[in-house]
């Protein structure tokens, strides 16, 4: 095979439109989606040779999926030093080289935002998925804010294990998280150092930002999804038959909406 056909046949699966492409898509996000749990699950068990040997089976993968983006990419310097090459980078490095426990494998949380956003899983979501493109502005920020939550607990388990005696799973980090997140703050687990109080108004600032967010879009009034021919503005009014920026015919497919 190649150089240009292998490159065609990823492209073909990492921004096809073809039924291959989609099932490849979905096959990823489940995957990363699985990474999660077990990062979640492991968390409650005792650390043995096999968690190493899962680890490195998720960091080999993880790398495969890495180096056939940049392989396709058509600006690979750019993707390389992009921020979330940069996360990728360093997931791989603790999965592979655990010098620090787990260490910094609490970002593929953040891979995450990344396989969920990129443009070709949304469009593949809009097209199979009608009640996701109805909702997709509220779909989207409540994910984000789930994101968010996971990627901040995965964080205080990771900063406060084995240093805090508060912090023994991923139910403590979580049940700190979200207590903070909400301004609750019960006070029955508090993060130690200075690092940990820094952590704690991050989680605080950040996270109400987005429930803020979420709490917008939800009250916002529904809007159709369509790309306007002209001016591409994509928010319509569902009843809507002419757009509002530029004045042109719209033919926005009738999903049985009241």
């Known amino acids: 095979m190649t150089e240009a056909t292998l490159r065609s046949r990823l492209r073909a ?3 096809g439109e073809g039924e291959a492409g989609d099932r490849f898509r979905y096959l990823l996000l489940a995957f990363d989606l699985l990474t999660v749990t077990w990062l979640v699950a ?3 068990v005792e650390r043995g040779a096999h968690h190493d ?6 960091g080999l993968i993880f790398l495969a999926d890495l180096l056939a983006r940049l392989f396709i990419s058509r600006r690979p310097l750019r993707d390389l030093f992009s ?3 940069a996360a990728d980078v360093l997931v791989i490095i603790s999965l592979l080289f655990p010098i620090w426990g787990e260490g910094l494998a609490f970002l593929r949380v953040i891979r995450l935002y990344r396989v969920f956003h990129s443009p070709q899983t949304l469009d593949q979501l809009r097209e199979d998925i009608p009640g996701f493109r109805r909702n997709e502005h509220t779909i989207r920020a409540a994910l984000n804010l789930v994101i968010f939550i996971f990627a901040m607990t995965a964080l205080v388990y990771q900063t406060q294990s084995g240093v805090n005696d508060k912090i023994g799973n991923y139910a403590d980090a979580l049940y700190f ?3 903070t997140l909400t301004t609750t703050g019960f006070g029955d687990v508090t993060l130690v150092g200075t690092s940990g109080k820094l952590l704690s108004v991050a989680v605080m600032i950040f996270g109400i930002s987005l429930f803020l967010r979420l709490i917008q879009v939800v009250l916002r009034p529904n809007k159709a999804w369509f790309p306007c021919p002209t001016c591409g503005l994509r928010r319509h009014d569902h009843d809507a038959v002419h757009c509002k920026a530029c004045g042109t015919v719209l033919n926005i497919p009738d999903e049985g909406l009241d």
């Not at 040997?53 to 998720?58: F, K, M, Y």
């Open 177 to 179: 998280t979200v207590t």
């Open 13 to 15: 699966l990492y921004e």
């Open 53 to 58: 040997r899962i680890d490195l089976a998720i």
């Open 83 to 85: 921020f979330w090459c």
């Open 42 to 44: 492991s968390s409650f």
